[in-house]
C-alpha cells in the first residue's frame, strides 16, 4: 500500500511540475522576465519612482541623479545647481540668482522658489544675502523632495565654501510640508522659457520673479492659493491681469542686463 501511495505521490508531482514548466514555456522569455515594484493607487498600479541618488561633494562640486533621465550638478564656487533633462534642455541658476534656460537670461529672482518637473520632483530653492548686501541673494539651500524620498543640499552658497553638504531622507511628505514653496514654477517645454508661471499658467518671466523680491515673503504663495481657487471659473486671463499690476506695485521691471551679467557687483567671496 506505501509503495502505490508513494508512486501516487510521485506521479501528481510529475504532472504539476509538468504543467508549471509549460506555463513558463509560454512567457517570451522567462530568464528575462522582469518584475517592478509599485502600489496600487486607486486601482491602478502605480510604478514605484526611480530613487535619488548623489555624489559625495568634492571641490564644492557635486552631482544628483533625480531619475528619469534628469540630472541635478551643484557647484558652490558660483552659487550655482544646473537641471538637466532627458531631452538636453538645461536650466542655470546661478550668482545672485540668474535664471537661464538653454543659454537664453529669462530674469533674476530673490527670495523662495520651488521647481516643479514633469517627473513630479520638487526642488524648492531657499536663499539668503550675498555678503552684507541686503540687495543681493544667493542660492543657499535644495530641498529635493518626490513622494516619500527627500534630499536636502545646504551649503550651496558661494557666501562660505567648502561647507556643501548632502543628506537623504524617506520623510519626503514630511519635509515638503516644512518647508515653504514661495514661487512655484513648472516644467513646461512648449513655453518659451522652459517654465510656466503656477499662478497665470504662462510662460515665467521677470515679472513672475518680481513677486520674490525682499519682504513680499508669503505674498507668491497667497497668490497661487487665490489661483486655485479662481482659475477654473474665471479663466487665466484675469488672473495675468492681477499678476501684472501686482509686479508693477512691487517693483515693476527689474533692472535690465545683458544674459549673464549680474545685477550687482558680487565682489569676492566674503569669509566667515
Do not use: C
Not at 139 to 152: P, Y
Amino acid at each position: 500500500m506505501t509503495s502505490i501511495n508513494t508512486a501516487f505521490s510521485n506521479a501528481v508531482g510529475t504532472l504539476v511540475l509538468g504543467a508549471v514548466a509549460d506555463r513558463m514555456a509560454t512567457a517570451a522569455n522567462f530568464a528575462q522576465m522582469g518584475f517592478q515594484l509599485g502600489v496600487m493607487l486607486n486601482g491602478a498600479f502605480q510604478p514605484a519612482a526611480p530613487a535619488f541618488s548623489a555624489s559625495m561633494p568634492q571641490d564644492g562640486k557635486a552631482t544628483v541623479d533625480l531619475g528619469d533621465g534628469y540630472t541635478l550638478e551643484i557647484n558652490e564656487a558660483n552659487s550655482e545647481f544646473v537641471v538637466r533633462d532627458a531631452d538636453g534642455n538645461v536650466t542655470q541658476i546661478w550668482g545672485d540668482p540668474h535664471f537661464n534656460y538653454n543659454g537664453q537670461h529669462v530674469g533674476d529672482f530673490w527670495d523662495t522658489m520651488t521647481l516643479e518637473l514633469e517627473n513630479g520632483t520638487k526642488i524648492t530653492v531657499n536663499t539668503e544675502p550675498f555678503g552684507n548686501n541686503p540687495n543681493a541673494t544667493v542660492t543657499s539651500q535644495l530641498v529635493i523632495t518626490r513622494g516619500d524620498q527627500a534630499m536636502i543640499i545646504d551649503g550651496v552658497s558661494q557666501n562660505r565654501l567648502g561647507d556643501l553638504n548632502i543628506s537623504m531622507s524617506n520623510n519626503g511628505y514630511a519635509i515638503d510640508a516644512a518647508y515653504r514653496d514661495g514661487l512655484t514654477i513648472r516644467e513646461d517645454d512648449a513655453a518659451g522659457s522652459g517654465w510656466t508661471s503656477g499662478i497665470t499658467g504662462d510662460a515665467v518671466s521677470q515679472e513672475d520673479f518680481n513677486l520674490t523680491k525682499i519682504g513680499n515673503a508669503g505674498l507668491p504663495e497667497t497668490l497661487q492659493a487665490f489661483s486655485d481657487a479662481l482659475r477654473g471659473v474665471l479663466g487665466a486671463w484675469l488672473l495675468t491681469g492681477v499678476l501684472s499690476g501686482l509686479a508693477e506695485a512691487l517693483g515693476g521691471a527689474s533692472e535690465t542686463s545683458e544674459p549673464g551679467s549680474p545685477r550687482v557687483a558680487l565682489g569676492p567671496t566674503p569669509t566667515r
